[in-house]
């Protein structure tokens, strides 16, 4: 792993860069990526974010998403553009994600392209794929990392209104608006320093958050009257959504993001789960109380992994069968769930 000093050096002269987050990328990897990549065009550098999904309709106001080139189905050559820019790519950012199976069909030439890598992370168990790499998983969020770095190269004054707009959504977003157990003295000194470089906490707040549509506060309250299940031998609540019932209430990407947090806030409930039906296969979302490892469960069983405290994973098993997969392996943590 080479040290911090080489890659300023890397940064000295303009360079071409890709910046890359993770396949469905939240508010951390997009707010990261977009505050790394204005940061980066200031320095003097050819910048080209790359997205390996399409994201929620709640984050498109961040800041620079216009210049995110979005793999999306629809548009049939941005997967072959993204592959080009990743090939010609000088140094490439890697956002808010720990292994290159998380960029989806961008996983081959991101491992193949010639570029410097730099990883910048917070999630547990690290595949170890770059040539640099500034991760932290005390750190609450990837946009703090990024902060951090900045910060390390002394330029914390080259912080604009819209970099740290873009930083602030990922720090508040990651820390549930500081609230979860990851909110350190740490984030709010940067979050403090953020909002002094023109970050507005109250418009980013109401822009991510207060952002229902009529179908997705249904859908919720469809989720959470038929749907939530609680286990109780267990402590645990799960619900299970099928894609026609999705399809009723048009559900579209980013619908569903905070749904899994509300079977945790119920009494005496130690792990709650969502699972949903996605074009090829089930998403699963995992949250927890305390020293229960979602992140365990979720690589253990689910393809997945993340934080001890929040993590997700996939299943190509039908709905059903995967429901039925975690119901079966809940009693393996019957002890812990219990403790
Ligand atoms: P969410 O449930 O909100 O999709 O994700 C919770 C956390 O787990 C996030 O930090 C996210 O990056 C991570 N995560 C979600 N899905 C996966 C996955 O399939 N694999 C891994 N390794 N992490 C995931
Ligand atoms: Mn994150």
């Known amino acids: 792993m080479k040290n911090q000093e080489e890659l300023e050096m890397l940064l000295q002269s303009p360079r071409n860069v890709v910046v890359i987050m993770h396949f469905k990328p939240d508010a951390d990897a997009l707010g990261s990526s977009l505050g790394l990549a204005g940061f980066l065009k200031k320095l003097g550098h050819r910048v080209q974010v790359i997205a390996p999904s399409n994201y929620p309709e709640f984050l498109a106001w961040l800041p620079g998403n216009e210049q995110v080139l979005a793999v999306d189905d629809r548009f ?17 950012f890697c956002l808010d994600f720990n292994n290159p199976n998380r960029v989806n069909a961008l996983e081959k030439p991101l491992r193949d392209a010639r570029g410097v890598k730099v990883m910048i992370d917070h999630h547990l168990e690290p595949e170890n794929f770059a040539d640099f790499q500034k991760w932290n998983t005390q750190s609450a969020s990837t946009a703090g990392l990024v902060f951090d770095l900045i910060h390390d190269l002394k330029a914390v004054d080259k912080i604009d209104a819209d970099i740290a707009t873009c930083l602030y959504a990922g720090l508040m977003t990651d820390t549930g608006g500081f609230r979860h157990n990851n909110t350190r003295h740490q984030e709010f000194l940067i979050a403090s320093s953020l909002v002094a470089h ?9 822009k991510i958050y207060d952002n229902n549509t009529l179908e997705r506060l249904r859908l919720t309250g469809f989720a959470l009257y038929e749907k939530l299940v609680v286990v109780p031998e267990y402590r645990t609540a799960y619900m299970a959504l099928s894609g026609s019932e999705l399809s009723r209430f048009n559900a579209q990407t980013g619908d569903l993001e905070g749904l899994v947090n509300y079977g945790l806030s119920i009494g005496g409930v130690r792990m709650a789960v969502l699972m949903y039906d996605r074009k090829d296969e089930v998403k699963l979302s ?7 490892s979602v992140n365990e469960l979720a690589r253990k069983h689910f393809n997945g992994g993340g934080h001890r405290n929040a993590a997700g994973g996939q299943s190509k098993n039908s709905l059903q069968g995967t429901l039925e997969k975690l119901l079966a392996v809940l009693p393996e943590y019957k002890n812990q769930l219990n403790a």
């Open 76 to 92: 049939g050559d941005s997967l072959l553009k993204a592959v080009q820019e990743i090939e010609k790519a000088d140094i490439l």
């Open 198 to 206: 023109g970050a507005d906490p109250h418009v980013i707040a109401k």
């Open 286 to 292: 995992f949250r927890s109380l305390g020293d229960f």
